[in-house]
């Protein structure tokens, strides 16, 4: 079956970095584009950044770009999120996505607390 599995969240301090990873299986994961969303408490889940499937396209969201950077090892069938300059805004937990046909599969999450 399908798994997404996020690692790398944590605290940091205004102005830090933090790397997301996504570790995917059930799935051939290089034949489909991959996601991170986030959900701050009291807001709706937000998509942050999108990667095609072999690197050649990748969005932002206005709020993360220049900061953020997506990117993905389909040797390794992961996804990662490198997070720079990171605001108090940033906080929330961070979830991976795979979207296969119509249906949306989603990671446990990760927390992410940026604060001094």
Not at 36 to 59: C, D, H, M, T
């Amino acid at each position: 079956q399908v798994q997404l599995v996020e690692s790398g969240g944590g605290l940091a301090q205004p102005g830090g970095s933090l790397r997301l990873s996504c570790a995917a299986s059930g799935f051939t994961f290089s034949t489909y584009p991959m996601s991170w969303y986030r959900q701050a408490p009291g807001k709706v889940r937000e998509l942050v950044a999108s990667i095609s499937r072999f690197s050649s396209i990748r969005n932002y969201a206005d709020s993360v770009k220049g900061r953020f950077t997506i990117s993905r090892d389909n040797a390794q069938n992961t996804v990662y999120l490198q997070m720079n300059s990171l605001k108090p805004d940033d906080t929330a937990v961070y979830y991976c996505n795979a979207r296969l046909g119509n249906f949306d599969y989603w990671g446990q999450g990760t927390q992410v607390t940026v604060s001094s």
